[in-house]
């Protein structure tokens, strides 16, 4: 089976950070561990009790709308289960797919953040205050050849559990209805609209397709 095929396992998961760990077998040095799993004070964003769509029909969940729409983020606190594992957030699902070494899915498990784990999955290549931090980069390993081809279809894979599996979540989601959704980063013009505008938008357009998978599922009401 496919890293893509793995089934969804629907549960009604905790919506909390997963506690911090580590194995000591892994090859990394102490003070590294120390820095990328020490335990902080994230502040953790309560749901809104409502939504209400901006008045341009736009939720632009990144900056501007971020206080109401922090829950589209895939940095939201919202434990996911793929397979027979578990996630504390789809970041961590997103970042761990970047290699099938187990020492390197581990470490992003135990990464008390979703921005830890993020840090963590860095590609090597990248900006040094990118990669600084990267897995990768201190292992002298590379991503998954063919991560390119399958990112997309990994981060679909987590945002549908993430709404599947949290029935409030799910509701807020479709309580969009059809604004458009839209990460309104100037950093990242892939899963953003970038510093221009015109960016791909990525994390907008395959919250959107969730979405409107959600809602054909359900119950028709007879007229």
């Not at 589209?72 to 070494?101: C, M, N």
């Not at 959107?208 to 998978?213: G, W």
Request: hydrophobic share 40%.
């Amino acid at each position: 089976m496919s890293e893509i095929q793995e089934n969804f396992v629907v549960v009604v998961a905790s919506e909390s950070i997963a506690s911090v760990r580590y194995r000591k077998a892994l090859p990394l040095t102490k003070a590294w561990i120390r820095k990328m799993t020490r335990q902080t004070s994230t502040q953790l964003r309560e749901l809104p009790e409502t939504i209400t769509i901006p008045a341009d029909g736009r939720i632009l969940f990144f900056a501007r709308d971020r206080d109401t729409f922090f829950f589209l983020s895939h940095f939201h606190p919202a434990e996911i289960v793929i397979g027979d594992e578990s996630w504390p957030t789809a970041e961590h699902y997103y970042q761990s797919r970047k290699s099938l070494d187990p020492g390197f899915r581990e470490a992003i498990r135990a990464c008390a953040h979703a921005g830890h784990a993020k840090r963590l999955g860095a590609e090597p290549d990248g900006p040094k205050r990118h990669s600084g931090q990267s897995w990768f980069r201190a292992h002298n390993q590379n991503v998954r050849e063919d991560w390119a081809a399958i990112r997309l279809d990994v981060m679909r894979q987590a945002d549908m559990a993430k709404f599947s599996q949290h029935l409030r979540l799910r509701e807020f989601l479709l309580a969009t209805g059809d604004a458009k959704i839209v990460e309104d980063t100037a950093l990242d013009a892939y899963w953003g609209i970038g510093a221009d505008g015109m960016g791909d938008d990525w994390a907008g357009r395959i919250l959107m397709e969730v979405r409107d998978e959600l809602r054909s599922k359900l119950p028709r009401v007879a007229e």
